[in-house]
């Protein structure tokens, strides 16, 4: 019972195990999903759904300029001014959507030009839900700022459902193709999101003083931020952007099946730098210090365990749900496994730079691995095809980690956090649960 009351209650620990155990679930239906569009589409339909699905993924870090982080930021700095924050970056977000959205839908033609005229359409559709899109991210940082992450793990949840619901019904009715299943991922979190504002409204009076000096305070913050979104989506999608262009649509739904599959570990590193972030932000640095520790040795040691045991079953795991045509992406999986638990500790050991207030370190680190990266892609996937695309993923992130610990040492004067769980964590986690 007190282990249930800890669980269900408040406080920051507590948040982090609600929201591991939320993206957990997610982690199973997101598995479920893939499987469905895998065996129904198959490696050529998957790969185009892939690429269409690929540009909005890329585009919503960089369009949304460093505004979602500079929100929670700001608000927790200043509360009483959270509206009018929220407002302006709202106002903002629907303004670069809609330019850059439509200025990627007329570049689909030339992006997508070895794809049928169907898929081409299909992402230009998606592109131009861009500025709600945005609007999205924005409503979901304002939960964050409040410490609400019960509900975000709720939606989380309930838009991992719908899109597993609207595949299989499609799939049932023998109506799924690459473009609709690329848009049951893309439309349940829209309305979820609108739901999830209206709740809002209330907390939220509109208020739109000082418009022009609230816009220079987000994007104060928000600029030195908006390297790390930037650098890090290109460096999280440059395999696929570039891997487009150099493989077949079969070639490239082998490798998107085995990196997404792989990349869903990323959900439990993400559940402690959800809640980390609004914890650290604006606080001592040797409190950053601390909170950023702890979470960087439980997350790393949990996931790292959990990729041991699926490295070990995927070769019988993945041509039996995906199917015999899956069967080759086994042998990149267990690189991509690696790749992924390096990423994921990469992404909560940042959080002591986004707390101590240097965002920009995180932005310098993913360009030295993206500067790695790309010139591996192009020496090793015409060579080595899927396998040398693994390769050079792993081998960048495995340098911005080396960055990272660095730039420790210089820049805060301390050890970078560790990666694997002490005993010590172990007893308070104990008494945390049972206190």
Known sequence: MKALRFIFGGGSTAAAV???????????????????????????????????ALWPSVLMPILAIGLPMSLVYNWRKSERFGPDFFYAAIAVSLAVGTVGGGAAALAMPWLLGGYDPEVVAGAQGLVLL?????????????????????????????????????????????????????????????????VSGLRLLPRLPVRLRHLRGTVRRLHGYGWRSYGIEFMGVISSYIDQLLLVALLAPAELGLY????????????????????LFPKVAAQPLDDVI????????????????????????????????????????????????????????????????????????????????????????????????????AASMLL?????????????????????????MRRSDVNFLYRRFVN
């Not at 479920?32 to 998957?46: D, F, K, Q």
């Not at 992450?149 to 690459?178: D, K, P, S, Y």
């Not at 041991?308 to 015999?324: R, T």
């Not at 610990?405 to 560790?418: D, I, K």
């Open 256 to 275: 998107v099946v085995a990196a997404s599959l792989a990349r869903m570990l990323h959900m439990i590193s993400g559940s402690a730098a959800v809640v």
């Open 18 to 52: 609600q929201t591991f155990g939320a993206r957990v679930i997610i982690l199973g239906m997101n598995l479920l999903t893939g499987i469905v569009t895998a065996n129904l589409l198959g490696p050529e339909g998957r790969g185009e759904q892939g690429a269409m």
């Open 130 to 194: 861009m500025p709600f899109m945005l609007c999205n991210t924005l409503v979901y940082s304002v939960y964050e700022a409040l410490g609400r992450f019960r509900w975000i793990n709720i939606v989380m949840l309930g838009q991992t459902l719908a899109t597993l619901v609207l595949l299989a019904v499609l799939g049932w009715m023998g109506e799924l193709t690459a473009v609709r299943s690329a848009y049951c991922y893309a439309l349940p979190p829209l309305v979820l999101a609108l």
């Open 290 to 389: 601390t909170y950023v520790s702890l979470s960087s040795r439980v997350a790393t040691t949990a996931t790292g365990l959990l990729a041991i045991g699926i490295a070990l079953v995927a070769p019988v795991m993945l041509p039996f749900i995906y199917g015999a045509d899956f069967a080759p992406a086994t042998r990149i999986f267990p690189i991509l496994l690696a790749e992924a638990v390096l990423t994921g500790s990469i992404r909560i050991i940042g959080q002591g730079f986004m707390g101590a207030g240097r965002p920009g370190v995180i932005a310098w680190a993913q360009g030295v691995g993206l500067a790695c990266v790309v010139p591996l892609l192009w020496v090793l996937v015409p060579a080595y095809g899927v396998m040398g695309a």
């Open 396 to 420: 960048a992130t495995i340098v911005r980690l080396a960055f990272i610990a660095v730039a420790y040492e210089l820049l805060l004067s301390r050890r970078m956090p560790g990666l694997i």
